[in-house]
């Protein structure tokens, strides 16, 4: 494979990656971090959750 195509493979796969989640602070993404396990959740994800889930 040759580097260009391993780039746009990366590319190709981080675009779909972030292009299906909700957005940080909408109500979809407070429902998902809800049912994600505690322990599986980031530093920054669990103060957005703070942030624009419970102190809205």
Same mark, same amino acid.
């Given at each position: &494979?040759?580097? *260009?195509?391993? #780039? %746009? #493979?990366?590319?190709?796969?981080? %675009?779909?990656?972030? *292009?299906? @989640? $909700?957005?940080?602070? @909408?109500? *979809?993404?407070?429902? +998902? &971090?809800? +049912?994600k $396990?505690k322990? +599986?959740?980031?530093?920054?994800? *669990?103060? +957005?959750f #703070?942030?624009?889930?419970? %102190?809205?």
């Open positions: &494979m040759t580097t *260009a195509l391993k #780039a %746009f #493979a990366a590319v190709t796969a981080i %675009f779909i990656l972030t *292009a299906c @989640s $909700p957005e940080v602070g @909408s109500e *979809a993404w407070c429902v +998902d &971090m809800e +049912d $396990p322990g +599986d959740w980031t530093t920054n994800e *669990a103060g +957005d #703070a942030k624009h889930c419970i %102190f809205r």
